[in-house]
């Protein structure tokens, strides 16, 4: 898959995870449409029953940051983790997208864009999606 010209809002997911450059997305045989794509097309149980994405929802929301408890528990705990084995704060997602989401956006199309060939690298496994080439 090439890296769009532009990321599409719907592939931000509420907790600020980039569904664009997501393994479940990237995925050949079965690519998740994205977090925020109609629940009747999320094959992905861990991505339809996000609890994340049902408190962003129930509460009117676009994204978690958006919330006047945020960060709570739920999204420190995914951050450790995404910090931990992904090198992504989801912290610091949400305070750069609250911020400026037209250069949030951007940071994160240059972030998990293949500088080879112009293809997404993978968040999780730090690999182009075309290529093969280890990004950062």
Known sequence: MKMPENIEIKMIAPCGVNCLACSAHLDSKNPSPG????????????????????????????????CSRFPCSRIKSLNARYQQNYGVDMVQNGYDAKQDMDAFMLAQRERFLCKSCGGVIDQHHRRCSECGEEGK
Not at 40 to 45: G, P, S
Not at 54 to 61: H, I, Q, S, T
Request: hydrophobic fraction near 25%.
């Open 35 to 66: 977090c925020r794509a109609p629940v009747e097309l999320i094959t992905r149980k861990s991505c339809r029953n996000c609890v994340k994405k049902k408190c962003v929802y129930d509460k009117d929301l676009h994204g978690c940051f958006e």
